[in-house]
Every structure is written in C-alpha cells, then in structure tokens.
C-alpha cells in the first residue's frame, strides 16, 4: 500500500514515525499526478542542467524528493516546516539508496537556493505558508523556471490559485486526476508583489487573561491560529498551574509561544523549554520571547514531542495539543505527546492539558498516567492535570 511506482523510482514509502498499525499512506494521487506529469514534460530528463537547482516544497513524507533524487542535475532541494516531514525524507532517502547528498534538505527559515530552474509545490494546507514561501522563492525564479504545484482538489481553492498569479506570474490549472489537481505557473519578471506580510505581529487582547495582554507575539505563516488568540488557548490561561519557581516547565506543542510565555512573565524563577515540531512554530515563539520577555530563562527546540527528552527532565508540562488534521493521525499525535510527557516527567511531575470536551482526552490520559482531575472547565472546554506517579 506504501508502494509508490513510477518512471523515476519504485519506493517503499513511510511516515514518521513509523507505526505499522498506521493505515495512512506517505504519499497520494498528488504526488504522483506530479510525478507522472514530469516524466511526460521531460522525457530527456529534470531540466537545470549544471546552472540551477530542482527544489521541492512543501514535499509531506518526501515521496518527491525520494522519487526524483536521482535524476537531478545538481542535489536536489527540499524545503519543509515540519520536523517530522523531515525524519520521513530521510528514512524513504535511506530506504531509496540515494546517495549522501543527493538532497539538500532545508527548512521553511532557511534561505533559500539563489536559482531555481524547477519549483515543485506540494500546496500546503495553510494558504498563508504558500504565501511566505513563494514570496521568499520568488528572487530565485527566471523567464525560463518551471513552477507546477500539486495538491488533491480539495487543497486547491481560488485563494491559492490567486497566490501563484500574484506571486509567481501568470496561472492555469490542469483537468482533475485522482481528485487531483496541477498547477502551472509562469514566471513574471515583470510582477510587483509587494512586501511579505509574513510574519505577523499582534498584541494581545487587554481582556487576555495569565498576565500577558498586551505583550505582542510575533507569529511567522502558517503558525497556529497567527491572527488572534485561540479560544482553548485562552482558557487555559486562566488556569495555569502556579508556584513554579525554579521548576523546569515545558510548553509542548509551543505554536507561537504564548503558554510559555505567561509562565515566564508570572513565574520568573522558572525554566522553560518551548518546542514542537514545525521550524516555523519554534521561530515564532523564540521571536515571541524577544519582543515580550527577552531575559526569560527559556530554550527552544524543534523535535518530535518530547521525544528526545531525557527520562525525568520536567517537572510541568504544558499542551495544548493539535486537534485540526485527520482525526486518527490526530488522536495518535495526542497519545504520543502525553506518553512522551509522562516520560520527561520526574515522578511527582504534572502534564497539564487543554482541549475540547469532545475530545475525551481524560480517557487518554487514565490509561497513560493511572488518572488525571479537572482543573477547570466550561461547556467547551476542559483543563486536566495528570500526575507522574
Ligand atoms: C493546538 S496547537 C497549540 C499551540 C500553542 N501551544 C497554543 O496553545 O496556542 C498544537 C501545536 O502542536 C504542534 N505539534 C503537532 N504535532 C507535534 C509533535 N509531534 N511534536 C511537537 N509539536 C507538535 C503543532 O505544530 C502546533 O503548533
């Protein structure tokens, strides 16, 4: 089911991480709608010969850039948000037999190449991501760059078509295949695209309760709820835990910081570390940090939940976890980052969770930690508080 064929490659391809009861595939009729597209437009091969570069954005489990790794004229360049994106390249790399450096594997905040004579989109699920990252690629195109995107239908709306004409130059989409859509963008040297409004800056609400309204926070594209402050979030302000001089507390699942935040600003003596798994998320609250508490005692970390925490490390963690994707991966995501919590946890540590009612993260939590109590709720959503027995 994990068998990707096509002219350029025949991959077993998996997600990160691998989890063999996981029924979701690591790529779909997008990629290889593109994939197909590009054996057909380059019988004679990837064009840039020598002069410039083949990248790949937003490419989610590298099933793009393990496919065509091999067939770039110069190391292939894949540029992604998410860390765990990243470990899923290099796994399906490895699995491939791609040579040591046959991908340059960069992120979102990574500048990016100089010249790019084929851009590959994988559109992103949030539109704001595509346009930072064409405004940041836009200098690296010429008259003679291929742009094609790639997304399944529902992904592509007016708004990202209108993306590409605004940012890229003049756009036409291909017929549907697989419930999947091409995007064919030509560049225009010509186009004026004015600044990148990425990233954005606000303050928060004066009613913003924890002691942070009116700190600004800094949320570079495609950072959870950039605009504004989430409702769950703020809850969950109004319940933070207290007494937290000299603990070492968490904010896991960080987004643009503003947890972690509220603990640094009322809890001085504490030691934080804010981290999640998308590049962008971690720039927003390590900005965050600079413009709203610039002597906190705070690290910030890009990783996979906890899980390269050692045994014991945390006294408080905090997590608001992700509720939007697919609803198995999402529960999964859940699970894992309370496991890996209660793992950093020193006994006695607590793991304190946001989340919608509905979600039932209680029952999760029981079977992981032995129990858990309400800290507060309302009749959307609910704080629990699970002990490290
Ligand atoms: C609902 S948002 C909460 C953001 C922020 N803490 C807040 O309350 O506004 C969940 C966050 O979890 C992050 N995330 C998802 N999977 C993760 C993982 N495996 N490890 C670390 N962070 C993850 C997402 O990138 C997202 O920023």
Same mark, same amino acid.
């Given at each position: 089911?994990?068998?990707?064929? *096509?002219?350029?490659?025949?991959?077993?391809? *998996?997600?990160?991480?691998?989890?063999?009861?996981?029924? %979701?595939?690591?790529?779909?009729?997008?990629? @290889?709608?593109?994939? &197909?597209?590009?054996?057909?437009?380059?019988p004679g091969g990837l064009p840039g010969a020598g002069t410039g570069t083949v990248a790949v954005v937003g490419d989610r489990w590298g099933a793009l850039a393990a496919s065509l790794a091999a067939h770039a004229p110069v190391p292939l360049v894949q540029i992604g948000d998410s860390y765990l994106g990243r470990r899923a390249t290099l796994a399906n790399l490895a699995r491939a037999g791609a040579e040591d450096g046959a991908v340059r594997l960069l992120t979102t905040r990574d500048t990016p190449p100089e010249r790019i004579d084929l851009l590959l989109v994988r559109v992103p699920k949030s539109l704001s991501l595509l346009e930072d990252q064409l405004h940041r690629l836009a200098p690296a195109l010429h008259p003679g760059t291929v742009v094609v995107g790639t997304g399944m239908v529902k992904e592509i709306h007016t708004s990202t078509l209108g993306l590409f004409e605004r940012l890229v130059g003049p756009?036409?989409?291909?017929?549907? +295949?697989?419930?999947?859509?091409?995007?064919?963008?030509?560049?225009d040297p010509g186009l004026s695209r004015g600044p990148n409004p990425?990233?954005?800056?606000?303050?928060?609400?004066?009613?913003?309760?924890?002691?942070?309204?009116?700190?600004? +926070?800094?949320?570079?594209?495609?950072?959870?709820?950039?605009?504004?402050?989430?409702?769950? *979030?703020?809850?969950?302000? &109004?319940? %933070?835990? *207290?007494?937290?001089?000299?603990?070492?507390?968490?904010?896991?699942?960080?987004? &643009?910081? +503003?947890?972690?935040?509220?603990?640094?600003?009322? @809890?001085?003596?504490?030691?934080?570390?804010?981290?999640? @798994?998308?590049?962008?998320?971690?720039?927003?609250?390590?900005?965050?940090?600079?413009?709203?508490?610039?002597?906190?005692?705070a690290r910030f970390e890009v990783g996979d939940g906890l899980a390269d925490a050692p045994a014991g490390s945390a006294d408080v963690v905090l997590c608001n976890p992700p509720f939007h994707s697919h609803q198995a991966t999402t529960d999964a995501t859940a699970r894992r980052m309370f496991r890996e919590a209660r793992r950093a946890l020193r006994p006695g540590g607590e793991l304190w969770v946001v989340g919608n009612r509905h979600l039932g993260h209680h029952v999760t939590l029981k079977r992981i930690f032995g129990g858990c109590r309400v800290v507060a709720g309302d009749p959307k959503f609910v704080v629990l508080r699970a002990e490290r027995r």
């Open positions: 089911m994990n068998r990707l064929t *096509t002219s350029w490659a025949d991959l077993r391809l *998996t997600r990160f991480p691998e989890d063999p009861r996981d029924p %979701l595939r690591a790529w779909d009729a997008a990629d @290889e709608y593109l994939l &197909n597209h590009l054996t057909e437009r380059f756009t036409r989409t291909s017929l549907a +295949v697989k419930k999947a859509r091409l995007i064919h963008a030509t560049p990425w990233p954005y800056r606000y303050e928060l609400p004066a009613d913003a309760p924890g002691g942070v309204a009116g700190r600004p +926070v800094v949320n570079h594209a495609g950072v959870f709820c950039a605009d504004r402050l989430d409702i769950g *979030t703020r809850f969950f302000l &109004n319940h %933070l835990p *207290t007494g937290l001089d000299g603990a070492r507390v968490v904010d896991l699942g960080c987004g &643009n910081g +503003v947890l972690g935040l509220a603990v640094a600003l009322a @809890e001085p003596g504490a030691e934080l570390l804010l981290t999640d @798994e998308s590049y962008q998320a971690v720039a927003s609250a390590r900005d965050t940090f600079r413009a709203a508490a610039p002597d906190a005692r």
